[in-house]
Structure formats: C-alpha cells, structure tokens
C-alpha cells in the first residue's frame, strides 16, 4: 500500500459518516465561522 492509498484509509475512517464541525478563521482581526460538512 502506498502513501496516497494510507491517506485515503485514513481520510475514510475519520469522515466516512456525515459529520459537521464548525471551522473559525480570521482577516485582519475580524473572526467568520463556518460549518464544514465532512460527507465524502
């Protein structure tokens, strides 16, 4: 198995269920949040 198949083993055991969670950035110190949606 090589590194890209690993990754998507990985990426598949994490978010294979729909999963939310909510991802805060920010820009010249004014905070956003949104809500990620994990379904692959």
Request: glycine share 4%; hydrophobic share 50%.
């Amino acid at each position: 198995m090589n590194a890209y198949e690993e990754g998507l083993g990985v990426l598949d055991t994490l978010f294979a269920r729909d999963y939310q969670f909510a991802l805060a950035t920010s820009n010249n110190n004014i905070p956003a949040v949104r809500f990620i949606d994990t379904f692959l």
